[in-house]
């Protein structure tokens, strides 16, 4: 018997034990997304660098794992878009700070990384918007509804020189 099995048989609190076996709401909206370009994931909330609440996403990019935030766009009370706001931090504790070409803690990206970078974005968003369970950045409830739409930006990542 594995750990979490004998963890579940022995739980004596019935909430507990329903709990471990059943589903959560957010099953699976953190797992990576295999596309043919790459990988892309939404990653959760984190505290930022300046201490404020951020939504992330996390993209796969020639072996290496690069974090973004997106956030909610209102262009009225009940429905919303996404923004890509910035993208390129090593860890998701870096999100909130200055997208400065001099940040060691923000890679910088050819144009041609950058258009698969969006293409991977706008995949995850599109198989998320198809599914029950959504990140919480995604979450509909009441009246709110997503309109599907996604806009970075205009200094939502750091470009490489030359490029």
């Not at 870096?94 to 890679?107: D, H, L, R, Y």
């Not at 144009?111 to 509909?140: C, N, W």
């Amino acid at each position: 018997m594995r750990y979490y099995e004998a963890e579940r048989a022995n739980t004596a609190d019935p909430r507990r034990r329903e709990g471990a076996i059943r589903m959560t709401a957010n099953e699976g909206t953190f797992d990576w997304v295999q596309f043919p370009q790459g990988r892309a994931r939404f990653a959760g909330g984190v505290r930022g660098a300046e201490q404020t609440g951020h939504d992330t996403f996390a993209i796969e990019l020639d072996g290496n794992e690069y974090f973004g935030e997106i956030r909610n766009t209102w262009p009225d009370r009940e429905h919303f878009n996404l923004e890509v706001v910035s993208f390129g931090h090593h860890m998701p504790e870096n999100i909130g700070m200055p997208m400065s070409v001099t940040n060691p803690f923000i890679a910088k990206f050819s144009s041609d990384q950058l258009r698969t970078v969006q293409t991977l974005i706008l995949g995850l968003v599109e198989t998320f918007a198809k599914r029950k369970h959504r990140p919480a950045i995604m979450y509909m409830e009441n009246e709110s509804q997503f309109l599907g739409k996604v806009t970075f930006t205009d200094d939502w990542a750091l470009t490489a020189p030359g490029h």
